[in-house]
């Protein structure tokens, strides 16, 4: 057996999506989704110039030698760019492996450990009474779990997951695009008295049985966060996302050390080499790695039984950058991994999106049911996505209310 042909289309609704299609010889092919948030014409190009033409010719069931050629090919290793995109082909040669087997991906894996698997939504509000009718919003869907991200009285701009607009509580998805990056303003001392009595008001409202989860989106200083983290451990939070900055591991004991809030990390990893510590010192309760940028099922698989090892469960990153076959990836992973602990979710569900990636795959009651259908589950209509052009887009940067660049 042998891939023939790749192509890479970007584009899609709201998003520039990257998505690989790699065809075979045996007229199977497979869907990988190489979409790096704001940089993706990167992985784009990466696919096409560099990686392409060597695939060309190559056995597309062997996944894990391919895996290593370009891991190992590429010399400079790791980064998020080179990790997308050998985490698109590796995306792609499964749903090809799993097609040809003629059975649904996670069987390959070992089969099904649960039928649906726990998500969370995205609950928002300019202010608590926004909050408290977003997540009822979600509550009334039958999520079991929200994140919630409140703005915070006199902080000078809206920050990250907060929105001004009360239509957004129902369904906010951050909008970057633009020719520059937005400039947002943090007040840390303001976030820290307020934050607090949102999760003991939420709880009294809610009661002991919604999970609450909570993204601090690398704001905090080690000190600040410890002392947060202990302050609002009897809030009982499912977890508590981000706290500082991941690049200072050191500082994530010293969160440990103070509080024993479950603690959610890994967005931004894109190797095992970013959380092997982290896991084997038992530092993090939830890892949170995403198939897209961290090298495909191949490479995640392998964080995956590692964090096994330790207790850590998966969290896996889902925000709207994340296009349906990547979450389908990670969908076909909560239904095997033995450690799944709950999984992101915003993508899915909009008829753009599931007229370009059509799919059986059905959100019940708050829970993640895997399509049956052999490989992924997901498809891709080339012709729809020429509906959509690229759009220029970035992250916003933030500063401190002195001006001080800070962390977004
Ligand atoms: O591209 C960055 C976003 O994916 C990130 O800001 C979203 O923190 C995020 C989350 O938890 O979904
Ligand atoms: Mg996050």
Redesign the pocket.
């Known amino acids: 057996m042998k891939i023939t042909d790749a192509k890479v289309f970007v584009g899609g609704p709201k998003k520039n999506y990257v998505t690989l299609k790699i065809m075979t010889d045996q007229g199977i092919y497979g869907l990988g989704d190489a979409t790096l948030?704001?940089r993706e014409t990167l992985t784009a190009k990466y696919l096409q110039d560099y990686l392409v033409p060597c695939l060309i010719g190559m056995d597309p069931r062997r996944s894990e030698d391919i895996w290593q050629y370009f891991y190992r090919g590429a010399y400079f290793r790791r980064g998020p760019i080179a990790m997308a995109a050998f985490g698109a082909i590796d995306i792609a040669l499964w749903d090809i492996k799993a097609k040809l087997a003629g059975l649904p991906l996670y069987e390959l894996f070992g089969g099904k450990s649960r039928e649906g698997a726990m998500v969370y939504a995205?609950a928002t509000g300019a202010d608590l009474d926004d909050l408290i009718e977003s997540i009822e919003n979600y509550v009334a869907q039958g999520y079991k779990a929200v994140?919630l991200q409140c703005g915070i009285p006199g902080m000078p701009s809206e920050s990250?997951?907060v929105s001004s607009k009360k239509e957004n509580s129902k369904h906010f998805i951050?909008n970057?695009l633009g020719d520059k990056p937005k400039e947002e303003i943090w007040d840390t001392e303001k976030y820290l008295r307020y934050m607090p009595g949102v999760f003991e008001k939420l709880r009294v409202k809610f009661g002991p049985d919604l999970k609450l989860l909570h993204?601090v989106?690398h704001r905090l200083l080690p000190r600040e966060a410890a002392e947060f983290a202990k302050e609002i451990e009897q809030y009982k939070l499912f977890w508590l996302?981000?706290p500082t900055p991941a690049e200072d591991q050191e500082a994530i004991r010293y969160i440990r050390q103070h509080s024993t809030v479950p603690i959610a990390i890994g967005?931004?990893f894109n190797s095992i080499y970013d959380c092997n510590k982290l896991i084997e010192e038992n530092l993090i309760d939830f890892i949170?790695v995403a198939c897209t940028y961290a090298g495909g099922i191949t490479h995640v698989k392998r964080i995956v039984d590692l964090a096994g090892l330790h207790n850590v469960r998966t969290g896996f990153?889902?925000?709207?950058?994340h296009s349906p076959i990547s979450m389908a990836a990670q969908a076909h992973l909560n239904a095997w991994a033995p450690n799944f602990g709950i999984q992101?979710y915003?993508v899915l569900g909009t008829p753009e999106c599931d007229a370009l990636f059509p799919s059986k795959h059905k959100l019940v009651d708050g829970l993640f049911h895997v399509s049956d259908e052999p490989g992924l589950g997901v498809d891709f209509d080339e012709k729809e996505v020429e509906k959509y052009e690229y759009s220029l887009g970035f992250?916003p940067v933030t500063r401190l209310v002195d001006g001080t660049m800070w962390n977004?």
Do not use: I, M, W
């Not at 990153?317 to 950058?321: K, L």
């Open positions: 948030n704001n995205h994140r990250y997951g951050t970057f993204d989106h996302e981000d967005e931004v949170r990153h889902g925000a709207p950058s992101e915003l992250h977004y």
